[in-house]
Every structure is written in structure tokens, then in C-alpha cells.
């Protein structure tokens, strides 16, 4: 290896024959010292002209997002403000029953939080895991902030009963510590009963399972569509010749470079009860004119309008691997005697595995978070996981339920795209 | 794709299906987008073709939308159209407004994203490069994780970006990215990025070593080896490159609506708006306008993408 890099330095030395030591090139240095050296400039170079981008994609996309997946755990919201309650929680273990102590505790913690303006913050920590108890107590921190006279448990059931209430109390225990698997446990539709086992959340209030699994369910729906329609489209396209193929290739092309949101409401205008699909039915006298089929803003249009969507994902990987089978193969096939269908199945389609395989992790990772499109054509009953997120995010400000579900997307995605790596490589992805 | 002459009937009916089948798929990735052209010239506000638009009267078409477009949010919109009422259009339309920021984004996005993006797409293509593979997963990645993630982590982020310096011990309390135009263009290029990293990287792939060391070998330093023979002949990768990162920014809305404030605008965001709430035909004229931009950019990545073919050799395939 050493040789063959730089043969004309060895040979010299060697020739030269000064003493009987290892191999040095014309400067005296040993060659193998003189090679790593060579070779850790070169990867020193390499690495800083990626430097660079990759400080830049660390610092606005991996650090923002590993922040984020912070608050799924952790949310000092109650602990850091309210420190005395908290320290009893710490000493005294589950299941006890709060004494005077506590009460007082609670008040001074409230006293102090209603006067250093924190008391909202407080509030909305617990109304995660208790609804309602937000305003309980920013009025009760209103009531106390000029102090509050002992015997504390009975100056605050005053104020409001509720602060009686064995659930708040748990609710309180659980955020006494800023660490909390709570949000991950909600997000799964579990909760923790007041003995602090995990229990299902009640049937009414079940949203997050049925939301991933309709998530999965309509990415694999979705995933299969692209397929279907991708697959014919693909083949025709790496068979006709080159001339009338490239000219087909723009109608894949063209919605492949088209905006989103224009492709979205194409789909809108065309599926909406007054819109064009539907006229057109009715004038050709499928349907009746008062039967017109209610075709968006549920999941078929979430399906409808997301299959569009994806499809030149999968158009272009099977095109790419059809690009490259030789047909000979088919040939060989069928004079040996195979029928059209046994070649396709046999000889044709195992070829199509690659591109099949990239096409489909792509279109079912992209499909998995998919939001603009749902939200916008899949009315209540073609959201998905995403735009749960997006509700917490912007409505109902439950950051931390924000932040879980989403870590509980990007673990999924983040497997999807290594089995991708794996199986297809990064670096042969392709566009258009 | 002819058929074998040794087909059997049976075959030839399948051909036939197939042909018919593909014809229908084709119709429906495409007939979506164009439906809207002649929708956006409808006099009457209606998503559907109405009397007079099947029977081609002229009086059922209009351009109403694509003038709503211009006079949308202006101050007087009724006035006659003087240099007063332009410049009313060009400082207050919200549609053009939008277009103003959209192309500022875009543009300087695209600037940041193809210039990092070329330099690590050089870095990564060579062999000796430590890491690889990791550092381009990387790198792919804000293509992959789903945009509402990236979208929500940078709206923590960019509205207080130095809780990084909290978060590595030191105390920090600065400005705000959201809301900023540099916090939308920054967030844009890092979405832009992958997209010109795959560009560029495929078409270092196809770029001969030796033609860097021929020139180092006559006597040019790594500068003018640069300049001089790799650039021309990445070029048309790199420009292919930074349209995608320039589309990508200009059709990107989940970013924009978590970090940008109300001074940015984007066409993306203003049709997000227009959509979900009172929904006017003027969106099928920004659409018709959008899905002609797409047709130029899509002529000018074919175009670069044969150039790229012709010089370096490759024969069309």
C-alpha cells in the first residue's frame, strides 16, 4: 500500500542504502509516519469543507429539535416555582395523606408564585394532567397574594374546595419533579391512577392510539396506491423509447415540481360537492343530481389528494431501477417457454425489488408526517398524528403533549429512514 | 413498447388494457393541475365550469381573478390606474407583498443552502472523507423528519435562540429569530440543504479525479483548479441544485406559519390563509400563475440536467 502510493520515494531511499533502517522518503522521514500523515491532511480537508454545513444544520435543525424532544420530559413548570410543596412530596411517599404541613406549604408556595407572577405557569402545568384546575389557581393565587392566616388546609378549601381534591393532589406529586414520563404516558392513552399505577385513559378521552394507528393504516393504504398506479407508469416509461418516454416523463415531472398547495386545491376544487368530478358525474347520469358524493374533507380525501401527491416518489426510483433491466432477460424467458405472467412474476418483477423497496420507504416515511395536505382536505376524520402535534402546538399550547408525540413520530421515522440507509443508501436517492 | 409478434390474442387484449389503464393514470397526475387554468378565468366565483364556460361564451370568462390579485389589500383600489394606484398595488397588495417576500427568502436562502451545501458536497465526495455516511444521514435528514417536528422544534428555538447557550451552561437571553427575516431564510436553507447535497453529490459522482490532478499537474494551485475546471463542470448540478433549494423555500408553509411573524408573508402562507378560510377563485389564479413558474423551472432543470450529460460525455440516454 505504502508502495504504491509513492514508489519513487521508497525506491530512492532504498537504492540510496544509507543504514538498514525502515523505508523513508527523500526528506528522511519513516514512510509509514510520512503516509498517515498525508493521509489525516486529506481527511482533515475533507472534513472541513463539510464542516461548515454541518455546524449549520446542527446549530438551526438537530440542536432546535433536541430541545424540543426535552420538554416531552421536562417541564419544571410547578417544581421550580413552587419549592416547598415539593420538598414535601420528596420526603413524604405515595399515599400519604397531606398534613398541615403541606397545607401550609402549599399556601406559601401559592403566596409566593401569586406574587412573583408565576402562578399562571403553575396552573398550566397541572391542567395537563388535571383539566380545569388552570383557573383554580390563578384565582386562588389572586385571593392570597396579600398572605393567607393558618389553619392553612381550612383557609383554602375556603377559597376553592377543590384544593381537596384527591386527583390535583396526585397531579401536584407528579409535577413535584420536573422530570415526568406523564406526557409519553398520555400519549399512548395512559394515565396514572391515584396509587400511581398506570391505567388506560377513559374510552371517551381514548384519541392518540386510534390517531397512530389510523396514521400507519392510511400510510400503508397510501403507500400501496403509489404502487399500483406508480408501477404501470414506471414500466411504460423505461420501455417506450427514449424520445416518447421523455416526453410522458413531463406529466410525472410537472406535479413533481407543481406547489403543494396548488395540487391541494386542484383537489379541493375538483372533489368539493359543487365541484368538477361531481358535475361531471351527475351530467354524465351516474349519480343524481341530490346524491352528489361528499368526496372531501374525510379520509378519501386525505387519500385521494396524498396518493397524487407521493406518487412521482414512487414513479421515480422504479423508473430509475426498470431503466437498467435488460430486457434479454424477458426474451430468454419466454422462448424457454415461460407465459407473459410467469416471465413478469418470475423474471421481471424480482428485478423491480430495488426500486420497489426505495420507492416505497420513501412514499410510507413521507406519508407518516404528513400535515398541509390532511389538514386541509381531511377533515376530521383524515387528520393525522401531525396535525394532532400542530393542534397542541398552536391551540391548545400543551407544548410538552406537543413535544411527546412528536418524539414518538421521529423514533418511528428516524427507524424507517435507517432500514432506508440500509437497504437503499442515502446516497442513491435521486430526483427527478 | 411493442408487442412480441408471437402475442397471444390474450396478450394483446392485456397490452391494450395496460395501455388504457396508464393512459388513465396519467390523466389523473395531471388533469389535477390543469383543470385549474381555465377555472381561474371564471367570470362567476364558482370552482366548477359553469354554463357559459361549456358553451365557450366568452362572457363566462374573465380575468377578475388575476386583477383581484393586484388590487387585494390596497388602499384604493377603485381609483384610476395611475403611477398612485401602482405604487398603492406594490406597497399594499397582500398578494404582491407575499410575492416580494417569497422571492427575498428564497433567494437568499437559496444563496446560503447552495453555497454550504456545494462545499460539503465537495468535502463528502472525496475518498478519504471520515464519517461519511453518518454526516450525510445527517445532512439528508431535514428532508425526512416529518416537517411539523422540524417546524415545531424551530419555534422553540427561534424565539429565544440563545437558550443554546443556557443549554450548555452558560446564561443567555438575546433576540428573536422567529419572526425575523433571517430566522425564515435560515430555516428555509436548512430545508433546502438536502436537495442540493443530493444534486450536487450526484453529479460529483460522475466527475473524473483526474482531471483535478492533470491540473494540479500543469501547475495550477487548488484555487484555480477549483475555478477553473471543477466549477464548469459541476455547474449545471449545482444550479439544478440551488432551483430545487429556491422551490423548496418558495413552496414551504409549515416553517413559515410556526416562525415567521406578520411582516413575512409568503404566497405559500397567504394561500394557506386564503384555503382555510373564506375560499376565493383569486387562489386558482396564484395557483394557475404558480403551476407556469413550475413549468419554466422544470424546463430549465431538463435543459442543465442534458447539458450536464453533453459535457461530461454521457450519451443521452
Redesign the interface.
Known sequence: MAQALDPHAAIVTAAGGVDDGPLTTADGQPLGRALRRS?RR??R??????L???A??????????????Q?SFYNDGFSANMPEISAWFAENPHGTEPDEAAWAALANDLVASAEARSIGVVGTRINYDVPGTRSQFTSTGRKVRDGIEPPYREALLEIDEDWADPQLWGAMREASTPFTTNFYLASLDRTRADDGSVVMVRESQQVYVMLFQRTLWLSLLITAMTFL?GF??AH?LA??P?RKSNL?M??????F??????????????L?Q???VN?LLVWMGVIGGSERLQMIYNQTGSIIAMT?IL??FMILPLYSVM?TINPSYV?AA?SLGAT?WTTFRRIYFPQTLPGLGAGALLVF?LA?????TPA?VGGASGQLI?NM??MH?TDTLN?SM??AL?AL??AG??IL?WL??RIVG??N???? | MALPNYASPLERVWHWTYLVLCTLIFIFLIAPILVIIPLSFNAEPYFTFTEKMRSFDPEGYSMRWYDSLLTFGMQAPDGPRDASWWSDAWNNAKWVNAAKNSLIIGFFSTILATGLGTLAALGLSRPEMPFRRGIMAILISPMIVPLIITATGMFFFYSNPCSLLTWIGLSGNCGRLAGTYLGVILAHATLGIPFVIITVTATLVGFDQSLNRAAASLGANPRTTFFRVTMPLILPGVISGALFAFVTSFDEVVAVLFIAGPDQQTIPRQMWNGIREQISPAILAVATLLVLFSIALLTTVELLRRRSERIRGVTPR
Open positions: 493521509q486529506a481527511k480537508r475533507a472534513f472541513l469543507l463539510v461548515p454545513l454541518l449549520f444544520v446542527v446549530i438551526t435543525f438537530v440542536v432546535p429539535i433536541a430541545q424540543m424532544l420538554r398506479l404501470p407508469i411504460l420501455t417506450l427514449m410522458l413531463i406529466l410525472v415531472l410537472l406535479p415540481w407543481t406547489s403543494l398547495l396548488v395540487r391541494t386545491t386542484s383537489w379541493i376544487v375538483l368539493q359543487q365541484g368538477v358535475d397524487h406518487l412521482p431503466r426474451r419466454r407473459s416515511i407518516v408526517g404528513y400535515y398541509i386541509l401531525s402535534i400542530a402546538m407544548w406537543a413535544a412528536a413520530l421521529l421515522v428516524l429512514y432506508y440507509d442515502i446516497d436517492l435521486k430526483l427527478g
